[in-house]
Nanobody, 125 residues
Framework: QVTLVESGGGLVQAGGSLRLSCVKSGRTLSEFGMGWFRQAPGKEREFVTGISFGGASTYYIDSVKGRFTISRDNTKNTVYLQMDDLKPEDTAVYYC??????????????????WGKGTLVTVSA
């Protein structure tokens, strides 16, 4: 059984940092492109950042460029999202998702193979 489990969320003040982790079990991570999505209260889920299955390509939406960094460690079957200079508008439940042989950019309605259950990030002003 394949699972994705996110961790690392929490409450942080504006300007602070968090590092989210997404551990994949059941299938080797190296075959999968990975994306981080988020859903803020009362809003639709949006794509935030992605990394291709080979790791050579990354993509960030404009609002997080220069503040967020996605990375992967295939030896640990883990994808990370380093979030710096957090802002209240980053408050959301953050989800990781995978797509076999996927790239770094995903539209919200793209079919993903697996989704995690999410981790809550709350940024106070």
């Amino acid at each position: 059984q394949v699972t994705l489990v996110e961790s690392g969320g929490g409450l942080v003040q504006a300007g602070g940092s968090l590092r989210l982790s997404c551990v994949k079990s059941g299938r080797t991570l190296s075959e999968f492109g990975m994306g981080w999505f988020r859903q803020a209260p009362g809003k639709e889920r949006e794509f935030v950042t992605g990394i291709s299955f080979g790791g050579a390509s990354t993509y960030y939406i404009d609002s997080v460029k220069g503040r967020f960094t996605i990375s992967r460690d295939n030896t640990k079957n883990t994808v990370y999202l380093q979030m710096d200079d957090l802002k209240p508008e980053d408050t959301a439940v953050y989800y990781c998702a995978s797509r076999r042989y996927g790239g770094s950019y995903y539209k919200i309605d793209d079919p993903m193979d697996y989704w995690g259950k999410g981790t809550l990030v709350t940024v106070s002003a």
